[in-house]
């Protein structure tokens, strides 16, 4: 086992099974702050409750949910996953070049994207798990290394045609439902099956738990360190095709600032750098809040900067919340 997760007290199976109840408990907790959030914002705009907006916002999620479901796994081991944003940028030009404008080549781009995606994955838990480097130093550099890719790749400019196609395919309806919404709903229920139906998840947990315990009770903790890495590096590369299709332009930086929009909505949700509690669940409601709030930014009008003091009172408030019911943990 990595020395990473040498000297590390070991705790009784409670203690996993106290965090998983405080998860569930928190994860609830966020759901009834969306229902609160939804029933202000419809006082203050009646706009907001008309179904057609209620699609929008669930579309506007899908970049943000899509890359928060990943992120979500890394964070209850005990990681965390800063690159996300800079893989989300790279999709943008990596897929725009390949398709070329040209539809034929949509199944190609789509897969490269995604292929960059988990091999940038791989290498963080790969490294994290073998060289017992800190995730926040080591996924903070792989960001900088896939921006210098990009840059190079592109040569510091736009490149790439998007095929039509593509927008066309992942802005169609279903029904009243968008595909990229559809798509995020998807990624979701995939990531729910992991995280409550399947051995993974449950290593996860004790993983993060508390490493030391899990790799003496059996699990194979690098290993799994690695899955969720890989489909953390995934989630962000899929994340950044339907960044793509919502917005048709190839940018080099389009996912940048992406990486914090994510680890707000997940700590939000209730998933904290502590390891071993949260869910994909409380992730959702998170995602919601974040994006509903910023909607409610925009129907009223207000200036856009508004947004980045909601974000940060949003982040604040939730980190608050989580100090207080920790305490209430230790004293209980």
């Known amino acids: 086992m990595s020395g990473r997760h040498a000297g590390i007290p070991m705790?009784?199976?409670g203690g996993a099974i106290g965090r998983r109840a405080s998860g569930f408990a928190a994860s609830l907790g966020i759901w009834l702050a969306l229902l609160a959030l939804i029933v202000v914002a419809t006082l203050v705009s009646p706009d907001f409750l008309t179904p057609t907006n209620l699609l929008n916002i669930v579309r506007q999620a899908s970049v943000v949910g899509i890359a928060a479901v990943g992120v979500t796994l890394v964070m209850i081991t005990g990681g965390v996953d800063l690159s996300v944003g800079a893989v989300i940028s790279f999709a943008a030009p990596l897929a725009a070049t390949i398709m070329a404008g040209d539809d034929a080549s949509i199944p190609i781009a789509i897969a490269a994207v995604l292929a960059m995606g988990l091999a940038v994955g791989i290498a963080n838990g790969t490294i994290i798990a073998r060289l017992n480097?800190?995730?926040?130093?080591l996924t903070l550099g792989t960001a900088a290394v896939v921006v210098g890719i990009t840059q190079l790749y592109t040569g510091g400019a736009a490149a790439g045609v998007v095929a039509p196609g593509f927008r066309s395919i992942f802005n169609a309806r279903i029904g009243p439902v968008s595909v990229l919404a559809i798509v995020f709903l998807m990624v979701?229920?995939?990531?729910?099956?992991?995280?409550?139906?399947?051995?993974?998840g449950r290593r996860i947990y004790l993983v993060g738990a508390n490493p030391n315990a899990a790799f003496i009770s059996g699990v194979p903790v690098n290993r799994t360190l690695v899955t969720v890495y890989a489909i953390s590096g995934f989630t962000a590369a899929l994340g950044g095709l339907a960044l793509l299709a919502r917005s048709g332009v190839s940018?080099?930086?389009?996912?940048?600032?992406y990486e914090f929009d994510v680890l707000a909505a997940v700590v939000l949700g209730g998933t904290t750098f502590v390891g071993g509690r949260g869910g994909i669940g409380g992730t959702v409601a998170g995602v919601l809040i974040l994006v509903a709030s910023f909607n409610l930014v925009n129907i009223l009008?207000?200036?856009?900067?508004?947004?980045?003091?909601?974000?940060?009172?949003?982040?604040?408030?939730a980190a608050a919340l989580y100090a207080l019911s920790t305490r209430r943990e230790e004293t209980a």
Do not use: D, E, H, Y
């Open 188 to 200: 979701v229920l995939a990531g729910l099956v992991i995280q409550r139906r399947m051995t993974l």
């Open 301 to 317: 009008g207000l200036n856009f900067n508004i947004q980045a003091v909601v974000k940060g009172v949003i982040i604040v408030a």
């Open 11 to 13: 705790q009784p199976t």
């Open 133 to 137: 480097v800190p995730p926040f130093i």
């Open 251 to 257: 940018s080099n930086f389009a996912g940048q600032g």
